[in-house]
C-alpha cells in the first residue's frame, strides 16, 4: 500500500493561529510549526498534502506554509461541527486513496533515525490497513486523547489490533474497557495524533456525521465504527507528541526540539542559569507536581 | 496432616464439606480437642485459600469457646484435683487491641502451652481467633471492592493536578436571563426485601456459596400515612455547579450544611452530619479515595474538574423517612448521590433519565466502596433501590478475569434479574400493593451484630443453622413462584413460615417481645385475613412488613397505626425505642434511579433547603454574597411574591429567620423542677464539680496511688466452691431458707448503659430471651429462681428491687400489670434516694479515657470515624464547657444513679429494712446481686457456707474471662479486697489476678447494722439512719465514670455523648477494716454477667440459658 496523499486538520476554534507560531527546528533553523509538520508529513513519501482550515485562515496558513506551500492544497470547514467533519471535507481530495492524517496543534519527535510519520507509513503498508499511532498515555491525560485497546500482534513490537476506540474516555470507562494487556497498570493507548487511513474511513465519517445522537462526531467515533467492519491496527511509535494547544505547549515543544538538535548544550546552559535564579522567583503557586 | 476437620474444610465434595464442627468434637475429650487445635492452627497458617483459613479460624474459636471450657470444666470435677484458674498474659491482650492478632495467638498459645490449657486462656484464644478470622474476611472484602474495575484508578490518584475527570458542559450552562445554574436532580426508591434467604445478603456469603445467595428485592416509593398525599420516590439529590471555589454539602433531613474546603475534610466523616455525602463524593470518585492525606486545598481539585474559581453544591433530601426503616435508605441514598456524581462527569453516559445495567452494577459496585469508607456496612441488595421494580438477585460463581476468580467460589457483586410484565403481572403488583402493609415499629437497631453471628453460623454448618438455611432457600423459591401465580396470600404464608422458622432457628435475636406481641395482636384480631409477616432487612423491630385481605387493608393499616403506638408505650422502658412507630403507603418503583435536568425558573432546590440556608444567608452583607447567591435570594423573593412556594413553606421560611420563642420547651417537667422535686443535693453536685474542674477527682485520680502493692490471692484467701459445697452446709442453708431467714436484694436501679449503648431504658425490664416459650426480663428471669427455691423448700424469700429515680416507676409499674407474676406477697421495690446530675466531660478525662486507657482498635476505615468521632467530642466539650451540667437531653437522660453502693444504705433510708425486719423478724441475711448475674439464686449450699463461716459479708467471685474486665479480687497491702478496675494503678495488673468480682453478697444484716452504727431498732429514726449513711459514705472512695448517653432527634436519629458521672460501689465495703470479708469461689456459671446484648449469642450457645432456664420455675 503505497500513501501518497496527506490530511491536517487545522479547522477547530482557537486552533487557527497554532500552526503559525515560530519555532527554531532542531538544525537551529527558524520555522513556522505548519513547516515543521509539513516536513513530517513529506519525510514519509507524501506528495501531495490537504489542510482543513476555517473560513478565512488559508493567507495565514499559506504564508506560515513557506516554501512548501507548493505541496499544499486547502479546504474550508464551514461550520466547527466536529472532527468527523473537518476530515470528511478533505473527501473529493483522498479521492479513493489511502491517507496519512495529521492534526495540526502536534508537533512529533521521532526516537529514531526513522521519522514518525514514515514509521506509521510502514506498519500501514505492511499490514495493508487503517493504523493509528499510539503512545501509551498514563490515565491524568485521558480527557486530552481518544484511547484504543487492542491484543498484541505476535512478533510485531509495538502492533496492536484494536479492539474499541473511546474518545476521552472517563476513568471508570477506561479502566472497566480499554485495559491493554502489557501496558503499566492506569496506562493505555492513547492517539498520537497521526494516523494512516484507508479510504475505509469514508463511509464511516459519514455514518457518525449523520447519526443526529451524536453532537460533534469525532474521528474516534468514526475509528469506533471502521474496526468494527474492517481490519484496524495501532502502533506504539517510537517518538514523542508534543501538543501545541495546551498550556506551555509551544515552549515544551520547543525544548524538546532544542535538546534534541544541534543547539543542545547551549540551551542546556542556559537552563542551567534559570533553575541557579530560581531562589530569586517568586512561589511557584502551589504546583508542585 | 491427616485430620477430620481440616478434612471437612478442604472437600470439595459438597456432602463432606458442609458437615458441622460438632459432629466431629461433640464426643472428643480435652486432649483430643487440643490436638484439634494444633492441626488447625497449624493449617490455617500455610492454606492460601481464603475461606479455608477463615473456616479454620472460626472452627478454632468454636472449640475455644464452647467445647474446651466445657470439657475442662467436667473433667476437673471428675478429678479431685485442684482446679486450675489460669491467667491471660497482658502482652497478649495489647496485641488483641492492637489487632495484632496473629501475634495474640502466639501469645496466647505460649502460655497455653506453658501453663496448661483453661479456661481463661481459651476464652482470649476463641477472641483472638474469632477477630482474626473476620478481620481476614473484612481484607478480602476491602481487596475485591478496590479490584473491581472501574474503582482501581481512584487509588492511584495522588494529586488532584493529575485529576482524570471533567464536568459535563452541559451543568456549565447558566440561564442567560438570570444567570441561575442549571440543577441536576435525581430520585430513587429504597428497596425492600421479602426474603434474603436467611441473610445470604452478606458479602462473605455470597463470595463462599453463590448458589445459597438469593434475595427477592423490590424497589418503592413511600409516604407517611396521614402525612404525605401519595408515595413517591424517598430519595432525592441535587447537584449544580457554584460560583465559589468550594464543595458546598447540605442534607435538609438533618437539617446540616458545610463548605468544604480543604481535600481533608472531605475525608473527616464524622465532623458534621454529612459524613455519608461526603462517601458518596469520595466513591464517586470525584475526590477519589487515593488523594486521602495529600493535604491539597479542594479549590485545586475543583479547577482541574470543572474551571478556576467553580465549585459543587451537592443536596441530599430522604423525605424523613427515619433510621431503623429496614429499607436500606442510607445504601440507597448513597447510591443516588453516587448516580448523580457519576452523571455529571460523565462516568454513567446518560446525565438525565435512567440509568443501564452496566452503570446500575458501577454504581452498586461505588455504593459498597461508599460504604467501606465511611465504616459502615451493608450487604450487596442494599442498593437495589437504584433498579426498577421487582427483581431477583443472585450471587455469581467467580470466572476467569474476575478479581475473585481463585479466591472465592462467588463474586462480590451479584446480578441482578429484573421480573417483567409476564414474570410478575400488573395484577400481581397491585394486589401486592393492596395487602402489605409496611411499617416502622419505632427500633432503630445495629444490625453488625446479627450480621456477624449469621456469619460464624455459616462458617460453622451447625446442625440445625445449615438445615434452616437450606429451609429459608426454599422458602425463597416459594416466595418467587407465588408472585408468578400472583397468589399473595401465599407469599404471607412464605414469609411468615421464614420469620419463625428458619431465621429465628439460625438467629433468635431477629425477634423480640414487641414483634412476637404484634404479630400476635394482628392475629387475634383479624385471624384468617391476617396473611403474613415479612421481617425487612437484617432483624424485626424497625421496618417490617404485615399482609392483610385487601378488602380489610385500610382498616387495619389505622388499626396497626394504633396498636403499635400502644403496645410501645407499654414495652418503651424496656427496650430502646427511637421513634414512634409509623405506617407507610407504597408503591412500586417501576423506573428506578431517575435523572432531570432543571434550567432556567425550574432549577431550584426543595423548600426545605431554602428554610435552612436562608438565614444564613441573610446575616451575610448583599457585598459579601456571591452573585450566585445574591441572584438566588432573589429568586426565592420572586417565588414567594408569585405564590410559586406553597403558604405552608413561605410561612416556614419566614419562621426559620425569625427568633423561636421558647416558653413552651420550659414546661414543669423541665430538668430542674425534676431534680428540685426528687431531693437533689446541689451543694455535693457542686463540690463534685469544683473538684472535677480542679483536676482532684477524675478518671486518673480514681486510680489507687501506684506504690501500693497489688497482688493475686492464694488459695487460702478463698473458699473454693466450684465443685459443690458440704453436705452440713447445704443442709443449714435449707434450714435457714426453710425458717424465713433469707431474703433477696436485686439491684435494678440502673439504665444498662452498656447494654443498650446509652438508650436509657430499664435493663431489669428488657425481655432479652424467650424463656418457656415467650420473651422474659431479667426482674421476671430473678423472681422464678425465688419461685423455685421456695416450692423446693418452703418458707419466705422476701425480693427486693432496688431503684432509682430512672427505673422506680416503669418498675412498679411492670410489677402491678403482671401481678406481681404470681407473688402474693414478699416482692417488694425499694425507692432510690439518691440521684446525680450528668456533666459534660472534661477533655483531660476524655483523653485519658481514649488515648491512655488500652482500648480496642478498629478496623482501619472504621478507627479513622471513630478518631474523627472524638475529636469532635473534644471539641464539644470543650465548647460546650467542662464540668458543666449536661441538661441537653430529656430529663431521663440527664440524671444518673449514683452507683451500688447507694443502693444498700437506701434500704436503710427509705425504711425498707425496717418495714421487711418487722414483717419477718426471723430475717437475718440478704443475697445482694446485680441485675445481670442471672445465675445467682438463693442457693442453700452458699448460704449455709455463708452462715457457718461465719463472715459479716461474703463475696462471690469467679474465674476470669477475656470479658470480664473492671477489677478482681487482690491482696492490697497484705488484705484480700476487691479492688474496681478503675481503681487499678495499672491495667497490667488486672491480668494478674485470678478472681473477678460477680457482685453477689451473702450479708448478716445484724454485722451489716453494726457496720453503720446502727440497731435494729434505730431503723424507724430517720435522722440516725441518714447520718450514719452519711458517714459510712465519707470513707468510701468516690468514682468518676465517663458513660455513653444517647440523644435522639429528628426522625429516629441518635447522637451518642460521653458524660461524666460519679459513683460510689459496693465492693468498696472490702476495703473497711472492720468489716469481715470471705470471699467464696463459685461456678463460672453462676458468676457470669450479662453487660453487653453482644454476650447474649454465646451465652446462650454454649448452655449458660439452659442451665439458667434450670434454676427457674415459670409456672406463675
Known sequence: MQVRKAVITAAAPNQNRIPTQQLVDRQGKDKSALQLILEEVLSCGVEEICIVVRPGDQGSFEQASGDLVGSVRFVEQPEPIGYADAILRAKPFVADEPFLHLVGDHLYLSASEISCARQLVNVASEFTCSVSAVQSTRENKLPYFGIVSGTRVPRQEGVFEVQRVVEKPTPTRAEQELVTPGLRSGHYLGFFGMHVLTNDIIAALEQVVADESLTKPTLSDALDVLRARHKYMAFEVRGTRYNLGIPYGLLISQLAIALSGHDRDHILTELVDLLAQRNALVGDGGRDA | MSNRLIDIIRSEDESLRHRSLESVVAEATTTQLLEHCRSLDAYRRHEENLYCRVRALFFLSSIHRYHLPRRLELEGARSESQLHNGLIPFGGYEHLLSRRFSEAIDDFLQTQDSAGPSDAISSALAQAYHQLGFQTLADQVRKSVRTVRGNQWMFRLGHPIDHPLRLRRELLAADPKRGAMPLLCETTAVRMDLSHSAWSDIFFLGMDYPAGARVLNISVDLGVRGRDDSPSPPIETYLRVIDEPVFRLASVDLNATAEVTTIGEMFDFARDYLGLLKAAVIAAGIVPPGLEGCGRPISELLAQLIGPGKGLELVSKINDIPKGSRLAVSTNLLGSLISILMRATGQIESLTGGLTESERRLVAARAILGEWIGGSGGGWQDSGGVWPGIKLICGAEAAEGDPEYGVSRGRLMPVHQVFDRRRASEQTRQKLQDSLVLVHGGMAQNVGPILEMVTERYLLRSEAEWGARQEAMTILDQVVAAIESGDIRQIGQATTRNFEGPLQTIIPWATNRFTDRLIQACRDKYGDQFWGFVMLGGM?????????????????????????????????????????????????????????????????????????????????????????????????????????????????????????????????????????????????????????????????????????????????????????????????????????????????????????????????????????????????????????????????????????????????????????????????????????????????????????????????????????????????????????????????????????????????????????????????????????????????????????????????????????????????????????????????????????????????????????????????????????????????????????????????????????????????????????????????????QLKEQAQLDPWKRDGSAEYIDSLCDWRD
Open chain 2, 540 to 1088: 424485626s423491630g424497625g421496618g417490617m412488613g404485615f399482609l392483610f385481605d385487601p378488602a380489610i387493608k385500610a382498616a387495619a393499616s389505622d388499626w396497626l397505626q394504633k396498636e403499635m403506638v400502644q403496645i410501645k408505650t407499654q414495652l418503651q422502658t424496656a427496650l430502646p425505642f427511637a421513634m414512634d412507630p409509623v405506617v407507610y403507603d407504597f408503591s412500586i418503583n417501576d423506573q428506578g434511579t431517575w435523572a432531570q435536568l432543571r434550567s432556567g425558573d425550574d432549577a431550584v432546590m426543595p423548600d426545605r433547603y431554602y428554610q435552612l440556608v436562608l438565614p444564613n444567608l441573610l446575616r451575610t452583607a448583599t457585598r459579601d454574597l456571591s452573585p450566585n447567591r445574591r441572584s438566588e435570594l432573589q429568586s426565592i423573593a420572586r417565588r414567594c411574591a408569585d405564590g410559586q412556594i406553597a403558604s405552608s413553606a413561605s410561612s416556614k421560611l419566614l419562621q426559620s429567620v425569625l427568633p423561636h420563642d421558647e416558653s413552651d420547651e420550659r414546661s414543669d417537667t423541665s430538668l430542674h423542677n425534676l431534680l428540685h422535686s426528687i431531693g437533689f443535693d446541689a451543694e455535693q453536685h457542686e463540690q463534685i464539680r469544683a473538684d472535677l474542674k480542679n483536676g482532684r477527682i477524675g478518671l486518673s485520680q480514681n486510680r489507687l496511688s501506684p506504690s501500693t502493692t497489688i497482688r493475686d490471692v492464694g488459695p487460702e484467701h478463698v473458699v473454693d466452691l466450684r465443685q459443690g459445697c458440704s453436705l452440713e452446709e447445704v443442709k443449714a442453708g435449707e434450714q435457714a431458707i426453710a425458717d424465713g431467714q433469707v431474703g433477696v436484694v436485686t439491684l435494678a436501679a440502673g439504665v444498662g448503659s452498656r447494654w443498650t449503648e446509652g438508650a436509657g431504658v430499664c435493663k431489669a425490664l428488657h425481655p432479652f430471651n424467650r424463656f418457656a416459650g415467650r420473651h422474659r426480663s431479667f426482674l421476671e428471669v430473678h423472681l422464678a429462681k425465688t419461685r423455685a427455691t421456695l416450692r423446693s423448700i418452703g418458707g419466705a424469700i422476701p425480693h427486693v428491687f432496688t431503684t432509682s429515680y430512672l427505673t422506680d416507676a416503669p418498675i412498679r409499674e411492670h410489677l402491678q400489670r403482671h401481678e406481681h407474676f404470681g407473688f402474693e406477697r414478699g416482692v417488694e421495690v425499694s425507692t432510690g434516694k439518691s440521684v446525680g446530675l450528668r456533666m459534660v466531660p472534661t477533655v483531660r478525662d476524655l483523653q485519658f479515657l481514649w488515648q491512655e486507657t488500652a482500648s480496642q482498635v478498629l478496623d482501619q476505615q472504621q478507627q479513622k470515624v471513630r478518631e474523627s468521632v472524638r475529636a469532635a467530642l473534644m471539641n464539644w466539650a470543650r465548647t460546650t464547657g467542662e464540668a458543666s451540667d449536661y441538661t441537653d437531653n430529656v430529663p431521663n437522660q440527664c440524671l444518673h444513679p449514683v452507683g451500688h453502693w447507694y443502693e444498700v444504705p437506701n434500704l436503710l433510708r427509705n425504711g425498707m429494712l425496717h418495714r421487711l425486719l418487722q414483717d419477718q423478724p426471723s430475717l437475718r441475711y440478704l443475697m445482694l446481686h446485680n441485675i445481670d448475674t442471672l445465675g445467682a439464686n438463693v442457693d442453700p449450699g452458699l448460704l449455709g457456707a455463708h452462715i457457718r463461716r461465719g463472715a459479716d459479708l461474703s463475696f462471690e467471685v469467679i474465674t476470669r474471662r477475656l470479658e470480664d474486665r473492671g477489677g478482681g479480687l487482690a491482696l492490697v497491702g497484705g488484705r484480700p479486697q476487691l479492688v474496681e478496675g478503675l481503681a487499678m494503678p495499672d491495667e497490667r495488673i488486672e491480668f494478674d489476678l485470678s478472681y473477678y468480682n460477680s457482685m453477689t453478697t451473702w450479708i448478716d444484716i445484724g454485722r451489716l447494722l453494726e457496720t453503720f452504727q446502727l440497731t435494729r431498732s434505730e431503723l424507724a429514726d430517720t435522722a440516725a439512719v441518714d447520718s450514719a449513711v452519711r458517714k459510712l459514705a465519707k470513707r468510701l472512695p468516690t468514682y468518676i465514670t465517663l458513660k455513653d448517653v444517647k440523644k435522639r432527634w429528628g426522625h429516629a436519629q441518635e447522637d451518642i455523648y460521653p458524660v461524666a458521672q460519679f459513683e460510689k460501689l459496693w465492693g468498696d465495703m472490702t476495703a473497711l477494716p472492720e468489716v469481715e470479708c470471705q470471699f467464696m469461689v463459685v461456678p463460672k456459671r453462676r458468676g457470669q
